[in-house]
């Protein structure tokens, strides 16, 4: 996989929480999508992130945590409008390693 470093600006997310092993992230990306349509927020105008938070070959399989996110616009949505496991955050600007990835989320283990 390619990966590249970008500098990315602090950015509205909302995002689902999935704890256990990085391939199964596509269970919190399946909540993820109905519940955008479900607050009115456009998921087509949305960038799709997945944001993966510790190291596979330090923290145990079941224990490793990642969300899957969509940007937010100008929608106004506050601090308690988020349900079913979702949250709003906003994560910093600064630099971020990135690497695109579409398909099954069975290939995520080569995306390093």
């Given at each position: ?27 919190a990306f ?40 969509a ?20 994560p ?17 283990p080569?995306?390093?």
């Amino acid at each position: 996989m390619q990966v590249e470093v970008v500098e990315r600006e602090e950015t509205r997310i909302l995002a689902v929480r999935h704890i256990g092993p990085y391939p199964g992230i596509g269970t919190a990306f399946e909540r993820l999508g109905p519940l955008l349509g479900k607050l009115g927020l456009d998921a087509g105008g949305a960038q799709w992130l997945g944001i993966f938070h510790d190291d596979p070959r330090v923290v145990p399989a079941d224990e490793l945590r990642s969300d899957a996110c969509a940007t937010l616009g100008t929608e106004a949505l506050d601090s308690s409008t988020p349900e079913e496991g979702a949250r709003l955050d906003t994560p910093p600007g600064g630099r971020y390693a990135m690497t695109p990835h579409s398909g099954a989320d069975d290939g995520l283990p080569d995306a390093r």
